[in-house]
């Protein structure tokens, strides 16, 4: 996927939120470090929604803001790319409650705080 649609799909996504806090933090950090496909292994669209719902849904349940829950997962740990982005398939599949507790509990394994 080009990294124009990419952008273009962050903004729709944007829009779509109104521009919640969160999201305006997780924007402004996916456009600083230009991580849309060249450093994360992230393949598309339906990806880059599923990596963008979990840092959200993390964020919410440690009240936490969706920026620092993007460091501790791509800048302190590599759990984006070594766990939520490969394992995309089976991970989308699950309830929200089943995602958020499943990479959390991979967070305290690999000892990430936020």
């Known amino acids: 996927m080009a ?14 939120n109104q521009g919640s806090r969160s999201f305006v933090f997780l924007f402004i ?16 669209a339906k990806e880059l929604e599923f990596v963008i ?5 993390i964020a919410e349940k ?5 920026d620092q829950i993007y460091v501790a997962l791509a800048e302190k740990s590599n759990i984006l790319n070594d766990y939520i982005v490969p394992e995309y398939e089976m991970l989308h599949t699950q309830s929200k409650e089943y995602i ?15």
């Open 3 to 16: 990294g124009n649609r990419v952008e273009l799909f962050i903004r729709d996504k944007f829009i779509r």
């Open 62 to 66: 440690l009240k936490k803001r969706a």
């Open 100 to 114: 958020v507790n499943d990479i959390v509990e991979v967070m305290k394994e690999r000892g990430v705080q936020t």
């Open 29 to 44: 950090r996916l456009r600083r470090y230009k991580i849309m496909l060249s450093e994360e292994k992230i393949k598309d």
């Open 53 to 57: 719902f979990c840092i959200e849904n």
